[in-house]
């Protein structure tokens, strides 16, 4: 059977990785999803989520920038809206994943978290989750 949630995320910057762990661990809890594969989607185009350290905040301030160098904003792109940097990063990083739970708890690694990725912030997002048990 399949539960659906929709969340907010608010960035603050134009590239930003924000950890959602929490806000989706309060969500599972809040619906009582026990066991099943849980889909974390992102209905944007210049936005993506990705499972990565959760441990050392480093780690998301060095995706940021080194998103930022590989892709700089600043190429001759033909999209006249001056961000298809930030749709590439966004098919780069993809528009959803999967996360298993086992008795109402995310199964994920010790040092894994689950981020949110802004790539033409700061701007007010939506995250939808579907939880199928
Ligand atoms: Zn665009």
């Known amino acids: 059977m399949l539960s659906t949630a929709e969340m907010?995320?608010?960035?603050?910057?134009r590239t930003?990785?924000?950890?959602?762990?929490?806000?989706?661990?309060?969500?599972v809890t809040r619906n009582g999803w026990q066991d099943g594969?849980?889909?974390?989607?992102?209905?944007?185009?210049?936005?993506?989520?990705?499972?990565?350290?959760?441990a050392d905040p480093d780690v998301a301030r060095d995706m940021e920038w080194f998103s930022d160098e590989l892709i700089p904003r600043s190429r001759h792109f033909r999209h006249g809206?001056?961000?298809s940097d930030a749709h590439i990063k966004a098919s780069f990083f993809g528009s959803s994943l999967q996360v298993i739970v086992r008795e109402g708890k995310l199964w994920l690694g010790t040092w894994q978290g689950i981020y949110f990725c802004e790539f033409d912030g700061p701007r007010?997002?939506?995250v939808y989750v579907a939880?199928?048990?």
């Open 37 to 54: 594969i849980l889909t974390v989607y992102v209905p944007h185009t210049t936005a993506a989520v990705t499972i990565n350290e959760n």
């Open 131 to 133: 939880f199928t048990g």
């Open 124 to 126: 007010e997002r939506k």
């Open 81 to 83: 809206e001056g961000n």
């Open 16 to 27: 930003q990785f924000i950890s959602i762990t929490r806000q989706i661990v309060e969500l």
């Open 8 to 13: 907010r995320v608010s960035s603050g910057k």
